[in-house]
């Protein structure tokens, strides 16, 4: 069949495929005869492809596909020509396409078989996908990232093997960044020189002269550097790329920092692919965050370990030394042990929510520290705001009631702004203590920092003057660092949610959501007997804006149309982006006759507004189908292919109205 023979297929005198039937789909279409000859084909489809409609017409499907899926699709297509029947319209497939200059891009692609005066075809509805294809790659690297630093979390409060801990934290930098290579320096006490104490390659042992080199330049000023190309770098050392044997093109070198002072580095070498990114600094931070409170930890115990051998040398000098140094051993046991407790309990009780992560926090702190109250802070949504996410105690009703601004008194806003530890024995005389707690005394305020930034604070008050001491201070100071690493993993698996959930563009629920959404809803309403509608909307002639004006401006209508949708639904109801210019209502506890005048007052709103566009202000009007689930509707599907139908209704009748599924 060719595409001449197409033409003369008609009913009752009129053509069966006009090409406007075509053209007016938001999806690239093709009609295909049974042998995969191409027919017919829509504008959409030109522009996927990079063919114009004469090149295509009358070829094969297969200069579509890349040359090594040919035999699979065409074993594919022969499967399905034997039986069209067996699948229908909306069953999307992933498919690879082939663009005309060589590209290639991840579609998914929908069949519909159509028979006329005995003459099968298929009409193919193609989408380009290859955006959620990345979105969802991403998603994945971003929850192995995750998985991976809550290995590394744990596995500090559980290990003392320093150079194990250090050779997993630099195996994992070079996966997260795509380095070639990549490594821990720390600085000889003695000569100053900078050691390499953990490294992917043969290096460990291997020194760089003080002074010398980018890293001894970020140990020195406690700031990360990228060098893309060293060639141009001031003061590069070049000795240890020939020992090493991995000639040095570019660097992503970041502080180990602890109380903001550097004690060492963490090195990325040799981008793999491209150069080193903001995102790719920002991991190596956090990393470095893991390495610096794993050596921190490390100091300590040595430190509690070289206590207990020097009062052991006194036991055996004095008896009553022996005492003293026991009873000391025993409190920083003691300390130590509520520390790693305090720890573990952070670790392993933590949700990837930041209430119930906030609250496990403050009531750690409550039980292994004994103080009065304890609240988290974080900064809230606004410029100027601190947000108090969860505060225990016996007076937490009366402290919650205080009001924070970043910029205003008091020791929780100062605290904010130069990232310090505040301990006021008593805050009476205080000039800058703003009073939330009529009984207060005393306060601790402990910054929460990730890569020297502040992300939060923990505020403890006690009706007791000079209620925290310096051990306090410094205890509760190492719990506040690991309660900051678990705090950044909320805001990493809630960044992930995000992107799972939310479409890019418009910022509301994706397609993936929206079904996902609907499906709880439509099942309750069957499951209770309680109706629900679904509305579909679709942006007239929007082809024509993004012709005249750009795709830019098309892109600022449809996030202000978002809002106005979303400004003109109940909290209940759910509204997801389904794809282009088309929007998504799913209305729980709603009969067809109320959707129908929210769909109305939702098409006059649209008709009477001005968009605000960079080219000045644009008027729109919109085309809704409304349909409500019945029997022959009890699934997600099948209710919005109806208002869909009932769209395409109100199209035809003109647009810029309202049409009720039949």
Known sequence: MNSKRIDQLTVDGEKMIPQYFLDISPDAMLILDSEGWILRVSEKAEKLFGYSREELIDQSVDILIPEELRKHHQSHRRKYMADPNSRHMGSGVDFTGLRK???????????????????????????????????????GKKVAQLEAITEIGL???????????????????????????????????????????AAIDDIVGMRIPAGEGVVSRVLQSGKPEVVNDVSNAENHYPKIAEQSNLPTRSLLVVPLLIDGKSIGT?????????DFTEADYELLVTLASYAATSLHNTQLYDQVQQYARELGAEVAKRTEALRESQNALKQRNLELNRLYRASE??????APILKEVAET??????????????????????????KRVAVFGPYA????????????????????????????????????????????????????????QVIGVIDVQSKEINAFDHNDERLMGIFAERAALVLENVRLFEEIQCLATTDELTGIHNRRQLFDLGRIEIERACRYGHPLSAIMLDIDFFKKVNDTYGHGVGDQVLRALAQECLDSIREIDILGRYGGEEFAFVLPETGQSEAYVTAERLQKRIEDKSFKTT??????????????????????????????????????????????SE
């Open 101 to 139: 200059d060589g590209s290639r891009f991840f579609a998914d692609i929908s069949l519909n078989p159509m028979t006329m005066e005995s003459v099968t075809m298929v009409i193919a509805s193609i989408r380009d996908i290859t955006r959620r294809v990345e979105v969802q790659s991403l998603l």
């Open 155 to 197: 596995a500090i409060s559980s290990t003392r093997d320093i150079d194990g801990l250090l050779r997993l934290i630099v195996e994992q930098a070079v996966e997260f960044v795509g380095a070639e290579s990549c490594a821990v320096l720390l600085p000889d006490n003695d000569t100053g020189e900078l050691v390499f104490r």
């Open 266 to 274: 963490l090195t990325a070498v040799n981008k793999i692919d491209g």
């Open 345 to 350: 309990t952070l670790f392993s009780a933590s």
């Open 361 to 386: 926090i403050v009531k750690t702190i409550l039980v292994e520290f004994g103080k009065s109250n304890c609240s988290l802070l974080v900064a809230g949504p606004g410029k100027n705001e601190i």
């Open 397 to 452: 009703d009366e402290v919650s009631k205080g009001i924070l601004k970043l910029d205003g008194h008091g020791l929780v806003p100062r605290t904010f702004r130069f990232g310090e530890v505040v301990n006021i024995p008593d805050v009476r005389k205080e000039p800058d203590y703003a009073p939330n707690w009529k009984a207060g005394r005393s306060e601790l305020a402990i910054p929460l920092k990730i890569g020297g």
């Open 615 to 660: 080219h000045g202000e644009l008027t729109l009007t919109i085309s809704l189908g409304v349909a409500e689930t019945t029997e022959e509707t009890s699934d997600l599907a099948t209710l919005l292919d109806h208002a869909d139908s009932a769209l395409y209704a109100a199209k035809q009748a003109g647009r810029n109205c309202v049409k009720v």
